[in-house]
């Protein structure tokens, strides 16, 4: 569970019970509020470094009003816009660009109007089922306890024959999720990675043990669920560590329908300067000329690893997982 050292309102939070529930209580445990009118975070401007790291300890409580959903492709529909911001502090994190200057986690106490309007968009692509990410700019397990969004989200789509809900996490507190009335219309996926690579880069998150160990509560609980491995890397002893990991599940869940997304590690010119900011002594490998350039479906270019890499990257994980899972079980390989 995340614990803010502060907590900033937007002034129109206040106006909804969850808001004002959510300041007594941080009020009661004397952490820091501050109230303006648009949940403005001030921070040091001139040190990168600690305004990223008091941007991690600070939890904004806003509303999201009318604004449009983003789409999610190629997982899903759209965004389903509860969270953003995580408190996991992983060096390799696309967030580092996206939200490089506002790092902060950010919740929504308006999730009745984003839920209807969910309903919305979900209505205008009738009799199609319309698939929503509650996760695609965040990490919302730890501030789930504060909003209780996600298990909102579960029960109302769970109820609507034309609606499906996903979200990952690197995080195992799934205790709110137990029990809701989801109907097989939710999947939960864990983002999982070998030991050696949690260990050097994935700060502030729980092992893969206790993702692998959430996981499994919650497949009881008759939910889908699914594994992201991401990023791979490619470093000495890099299959030994993954087979290890592939070992864990494969004990926890042969037999059974689950799902693999597999992700290699890639990097921008633009996150790689941002993460050498924050993170000075990084050992990310990234270096370009180890890597192939290739434009992103964004527009912007990135360096992956080369071809010969990647294919055996692929050739490893297709292997694996098609023997213990069966050849279904991989969405994708990228």
Avoid at 102 to 110: F, G, L, M, T, W
Wanted: proline residues 3%; glycine residues 8%.
């Amino acid at each position: 569970m995340f614990i803010p050292q502060k907590v900033v309102f937007e002034e129109k939070a206040l106006g909804f019970s969850l808001g004002q529930e959510l300041f007594n209580n941080f009020k009661k445990q004397g952490i820091q509020i501050e109230v303006n009118k648009t949940g403005r975070v001030n921070g040091p401007k001139d040190d990168a470094v600690k305004k990223f790291f008091d941007g991690k300890r600070t939890l904004v409580v806003g509303v999201k009003g009318n604004a449009k959903f983003q789409s999610c492709k190629p997982s899903a529909h759209y965004q389903l816009p509860l969270v953003s911001g995580c408190m996991g502090m992983c060096e390799y994190c696309y967030l580092n660009t996206q939200l490089g200057k506002r790092p902060y986690v950010k919740i929504y106490v308006d999730i009745d109007n984003i839920l209807n309007k969910a309903f919305e968009y979900a209505s205008e692509r009738l009799p199609y089922v319309t698939i929503f990410e509650g996760s695609a700019t965040s990490d919302p397990i730890p501030v789930e306890r504060y909003t209780h969004g996600l298990s909102k989200a579960i029960e109302a789509f769970g109820s609507n024959d034309h609606t499906a809900f996903r979200f990952v996490s690197k995080y195992s507190d799934v205790e709110p999720f137990i029990g809701l009335n989801h109907n097989n219309h939710t999947t939960i996926r864990f983002s999982i990675n070998s030991q050696e690579i949690i260990k050097r880069y994935e700060h502030g998150t729980d092992s893969a043990d206790k993702r692998i160990e959430a996981a499994k509560k919650v497949k009881v609980d008759g939910y889908d669920i699914g594994f992201l491995i991401a990023p791979i890397f490619i470093y000495e002893g890099w299959k030994n560590d993954y087979s290890k990991l592939l070992d864990k599940v494969k004990a926890e869940f042969q037999g059974e329908k689950i799902t693999f997304e597999i992700i290699t590690h890639r990097f921008t010119e633009r996150a790689k300067n941002n993460i050498l900011t924050i993170y000075k002594d990084s050992t990310l490998p990234m270096n370009e000329e180890e890597r192939k350039f290739k434009y992103g479906q964004f527009g912007y270019g990135k360096y992956i690893y080369k071809d010969d890499d990647m294919r055996e990257v692929k050739e490893f994980f297709a292997e694996r997982i098609n023997k213990d899972f069966g050849e279904n079980s991989i969405l994708y390989i990228v």
